[in-house]
């Protein structure tokens, strides 16, 4: 790191509110080829954002072999690391690490009736947030059920809803799903990681007609988490619906977005926020590394 | 003499009242059988033949094809692209107005293109639904930011143009992507030359031969204004393409390298050439890709057809993608329907040539429209080109049309309807005669970021078969040389005029990137 914590809260003192938390997280993927590896291209989408709930205090992205880097913003707004590398390598390690700031927990907004998301001006401004998409695509099983969980209910209300019925469906299992798999595969399982239970919940949600976006991050895995203790975390994902306002929820713990979440991206599904992906020619990769450590700072 | 008739001549019958399609304006006589004024040389020139001599010119234009080897796949065969005998011929007056009217088109998309992958205003203020452009395929939020050094993404165009039965030119579909044809046009003039230098001694016909010149000059000026010298190639996805035979021939004209993608490859963003004398950078690639295809960092992954990196290099500023990526959402054919709207906004203009009447499926009164009236319109899937998945709803039977209702229902937005343009017909060589057959036209532009220059003349391609109105080349059809007449007033050089003939390509003062001028080089005053 290259600014301590101390500094950090020097300059910040009494700008944050005292539940905020202040959290490390240093993300370290490692891969291992079988043969040497030439023309690796890649994109890393690991360097989380500021916004109301979430403030960004340093970030940095660091290879091995060391390459020079090219940053940008992408459509969505997610700030991407693409970096190539030439000289023959079998083992690639990428470290993202930064510290954010994040609050308390967010509270679902409860400014939308069902006649406000259908109205044309929703429709239209959220269009390509309500569309099925690969990870999570239409079907008619899941629809029937989104339409009973909505009877009687606010869209608020709605998403705490759909939210909590993908979490009861779903068990929490690594291994049965994979990267590529969409939410289909996950539900029919009834078995999957965060990001199935975010896709299942995209899936529903927007077959009712709520605009519900793809959230990739962080999260600290102890609620009372001490400071200076390092955590292993998770690499993350969430997701928001638009019910007045955007609000996130976490449907795989059940939980509101709070202090432990610390957000990268926003799309509309994994396709468009994967934290890395690239082409190489050389020997097939496997991951030998792949670790989120967490430390609350503050 | 002027007459569509009498006997034994090869007009013979020619404006049948029974033929199909009779309302259909044709571009050589009139209703009354009068020659129009734009076809009164040719028709003088041609009226004396006899059937024979038709047939000994036809032999020799055939033999001029084979030798120039031009062909076209049709359903993944290739064949030659049959070329009519007859040319079309465009006036001088008709051609400005059409001139005019392309250059205020490729305008008017620039401005939206640039502002729909960047702030997109026009969405903000309200003037088009935001849903039109994040459904659409072609929207490719990948450029999204991509900003090109000159600004131009339309470095090439086509717009597809059809005459209705009142002669009025309309626009059927913008092509912003990569289209192709040009070469056509200029092998079609190279063999009519061969065959009738006869005919072109008697018509001031404005030359094509200088497209290249035209390209090029785009190509480099759309480079970064520090490389003094830019390197442009040509990128081809490799000789199985229907279009190679265009692609060697743009890139030999131009004096560019013609490559494929794994000659080139990318490092920390800057795009370089594999040569026999080692590494050269490039700055600006004519690709004939499509998007999907070019960067499978960004697109598919699986392909090897294009350059990994290469669009974060364009990005970054160091390479020109010509035409740019995503494109599609200009020439989209929902889109389309808008562009009074666009013109408005970015130009505050009327549009010069007007759309064919065109039915939106994802509106709902519209949509039933359409539902209603399937028997008399033509419905057009938004994707795909090359004529494929169009109902025409004339000729469909019940079942049909049910099936087409059931399509449009499930994926309204990917369904346009319009009713059926009778595309106006020219006369074309049909066994020993001449019939009526009908064609489009697509005109090509050239946007060097200064001006717009539309290459006088473009495809005429035409529906062979008798009462066809689908001219696509890859259903079959044949083309026609296209001929725009100089104005009597002009100075430009008509084809086959003296000292150019004999000479293969006429000469051009080399390129130049932009060079400082001494007012430049002054260090600016301090204020």
Same mark, same amino acid.
């Given at each position: ?21 202040? =959290? ?12 040497? =590896? ?18 960004? =205090? ?102 705490? /809803? ?26 029919? /399982? ?109 | ?20 399609? +009779? ?141 209705? &039965? ?6 059927? &579909? ?43 000059? +785009? ?99 160091? %390479?020109?993608?010509?035409?740019? %990526? ?56 938004? &994707? ?121 390509? &006429? ?21």
């Amino acid at each position: 790191m290259t600014t301590t914590p101390e500094a950090v809260r020097q300059s910040r003192t009494g700008t944050m509110d005292p539940v905020s938390w202040r =959290v490390r997280v240093v993300h370290t993927t490692g891969y291992r080829y079988e043969a040497p =590896v030439v023309q690796s291209y890649n994109e890393a989408r690991l360097t989380p954002r500021s916004d109301r709930r979430q403030n960004l =205090v340093v970030a940095r992205l660091e290879t091995t072999p060391a390459t020079r880097s090219y940053r940008y913003t992408d459509y969505w707004g997610t700030e991407v690391t693409s970096f190539d590398l030439h000289a023959p390598h079998t083992e690639l390690k990428i470290v993202a690490s930064s510290v954010v700031e994040t609050t308390e927990h967010v509270q679902p907004i409860d400014d939308a009736s069902w006649a406000d998301l259908r109205g044309d001006g929703i429709a239209d401004r959220y269009g390509e947030l309500l569309e099925p998409t690969r990870y999570a695509p239409r079907n008619k099983e899941l629809i029937s059920i989104a339409r009973k969980l909505r009877t009687g209910r606010r869209p608020m209300e709605a998403v705490l /809803a759909v939210s909590e019925w993908v979490h009861d469906q779903l068990t929490y299992h690594q291994g049965t799903t994979g990267v590529h798999s969409s939410a289909i595969d996950a539900w029919q /399982a009834r078995e999957g990681v965060c990001q199935d239970y975010a896709h299942l919940t995209l899936a529903m949600l927007r077959s009712i007609g709520i605009p519900a976006r793809y959230v990739s991050g962080y999260l600290h895995t102890k609620p009372d988490g001490a400071i200076g203790e390092t955590v292993r975390g998770e690499s993350h994902a969430w997701i928001e619906a638009w019910t007045g306002g955007w609000w996130g929820f976490d449907p795989t713990n059940d939980i509101e977005i709070g202090q432990r979440h610390v957000w990268v991206a926003i799309g509309r599904d994994y396709g468009d926020v994967s934290p890395l992906k690239g082409t190489y020619s050389g020997g097939a990769a496997s991951a030998i590394e792949v670790s989120v450590d967490m430390t609350r700072l503050a | 003499m002027n007459r569509a008739s009498g006997n034994g001549d090869l007009f013979d019958n020619y404006l049948d009242p029974k033929r199909p399609h +009779a309302g259909a304006f044709d571009e050589m006589f009139a209703a009354d059988s009068t020659v129009r004024s734009a076809y009164r040389r040719l028709y003088d020139s041609l009226s004396p033949s006899k059937p024979a001599d038709l047939a000994t010119r036809a032999e020799a234009l055939d033999r001029a094809l084979v030798d120039q080897g031009i062909t076209f796949s049709l359903s993944g065969q290739e064949r030659p692209f049959p070329l009519d005998l007859i040319p079309r011929v465009i006036t001088a007056g008709e051609w400005a107005k059409l001139e005019r009217g392309i250059v205020q088109r490729v305008r008017g998309l620039e401005a939206f293109l640039a502002d729909i992958y960047g702030d997109q205003q026009i969405i903000r203020d309200g003037v088009l639904p935001r849903r039109l452009i994040t459904s659409c395929a072609h929207f490719h939020r990948q450029a999204a930011g991509v900003s090109p050094p000159n600004g131009v993404r339309i470095h090439v165009s086509g717009v597809d143009l059809v005459r209705d &039965e009142d002669g009025t030119f309309r626009v059927l &579909e913008d092509n912003l992507r990569s289209p192709s044809g040009v070469s056509y046009v200029m092998e079609n003039r190279r063999t009519m030359a061969r065959v009738f230098p006869d005919l072109f001694a008697k018509h001031r016909v404005r030359a094509v031969g200088d497209y290249a010149v035209h390209l090029l000059r +785009a190509l480099r000026a759309a480079a970064a204004p520090n490389v003094a010298d830019p390197t442009v190639v040509v990128l081809t996805p490799g000789v199985h393409n229907s279009a190679y035979f265009e692609h060697s021939l743009l890139a030999r004209l131009m004096g560019v390298e013609l490559v494929e993608g794994r000659d080139l490859f990318c490092r920390d963003n800057v795009i370089y050439l594999r040569t026999t004398e080692g590494e050269r950078q490039v700055d600006v690639i004519y690709r004939r890709i499509d998007d999907e295809y070019l960067d499978p960092v960004q697109f598919r992954p699986d392909s090897v057809l294009g350059v990994a990196g290469v669009i974060n290099a364009a990005r970054a500023g160091n %390479v020109v993608i010509a035409n740019a %990526v995503g494109n599609g959402v200009g020439d989209d054919k929902l889109v389309y329907t808008y562009l009074p709207e666009i013109l408005k906004y970015y130009l505050d203009e009327a549009p010069l040539l007007p759309n064919v009447d065109t039915y939106r499926c994802w509106l709902r009164e519209e949509r039933q429209y359409v539902f209603d009236h399937a028997d008399e319109l033509v419905i057009k899937p938004v &994707e795909g080109s090359g004529g494929y998945g169009i109902v025409f709803g004339p000729d469909a039977s019940a079942k049909e049309l049910a099936a087409i209702r059931r399509r449009v229902r499930a994926n309204p937005r990917g369904w346009i309807a319009q009713p059926l343009v009778q595309l106006s017909t020219v006369p074309t060589k049909v066994g020993q005669r001449l019939k009526p057959r009908h064609v489009d036209l697509r005109p090509f532009a050239v946007n060097d970021g200064k001006s717009v220059f539309v290459l006088p003349g473009g495809l005429t391609r035409v529906a062979v078969p008798e009462g066809s109105l689908v001219v696509n080349s890859s259903q079959g059809g044949g083309s026609k040389d296209t001929w725009v007449l100089a104005a009597r007033s002009s100075t430009v050089d008509p084809e086959l005029s003296g000292q150019r003939l004999g000479t293969p390509q &006429e000469e051009s003062a080399p390129e130049r990137g932009p060079e400082l001028t001494s007012a430049q080089q002054q260090q600016q005053q301090q204020q």
